[in-house]
């Protein structure tokens, strides 16, 4: 029993320059019995060879980092590991830069001051396929996506279950809830998510569900 309670844990991985706040967010995760830190970093240069080679579940990175910064981070590993889900974290509602990781593959965004019952929950949304993000970031999203549009070409490439799929990502459906909904595993609407990325031209499920409604 205790090792079928342990594989169910989140496994989480944080890179963050500030040692203070590095060790407290690694505190924070500590005190969730469904979470488990599989280690802490102060740089992407550190950190990325073992996001790739431990495969936790979630990261929470760090927008500004010395060196190579998280929203390249994020970019490297959603190249090799595109399953990963990244939260970015950051000081202020900094638009561009959490815009500019959104596409590199961020599935959301906490700030810093955010409380730990907050960042709790947002590792559990992202995992469930969830994407939390805040109503100034999504707006900015979409209104990007009201300018560019969506091609028609784009919307006929897309097959009756995988519109089905994209309606109810953009009703905010998590992806089990999905599944449910359609009869069908997490696992395939993983893939359909995939198919609609790629058939949009989109690197997040987010940015596919921004384009959908800017066609309204």
């Known amino acids: 029993m205790l090792g079928k309670r342990f594989a169910m844990k989140k496994s989480v991985m944080v890179v963050e320059d500030d040692r203070g706040l590095r060790e407290r967010l690694v505190q924070i995760l500590e005190t969730a019995t469904d979470i488990t830190c599989l280690g802490a970093f ?27 910064s998280g929203i390249q981070c994020v970019a490297e590993v959603k190249k090799t590991a595109p399953a990963i889900q990244i939260i970015m974290v950051t000081v202020y509602e900094d638009s561009e ?41 999504a707006r900015k999203v979409v209104r990007h996506f009201n300018l560019i549009g969506i091609s028609p070409s784009e919307k006929e490439n897309l097959s009756n279950r995988e519109r089905e799929v994209l309606e109810l990502l953009s009703q905010g459906f998590v992806y089990k809830e999905i599944g449910d909904k359609l009869n069908i595993g997490i696992e395939t609407v993983r893939t359909y998510v995939k198919n609609i990325c790629y058939k949009m031209h989109v690197r997040s499920r987010l940015e596919a569900v921004a384009k959908h409604r800017s066609d309204y």
């Open 42 to 68: 102060a740089s992407a240069e550190e950190a990325l060879p073992m996001i790739l080679k431990k495969q936790p579940d979630v990261v929470l990175m760090d927008i500004k980092l010395p060196g190579v």
């Open 97 to 137: 830069r959490i815009f500019r990781a959104l596409k590199a593959g961020a599935s959301g965004y906490l700030v810093k001051s955010s409380p730990p019952e907050q960042l709790l929950e947002s590792i559990r949304d992202v995992y469930k396929g969830g994407a939390p993000l805040s109503s100034h970031i």
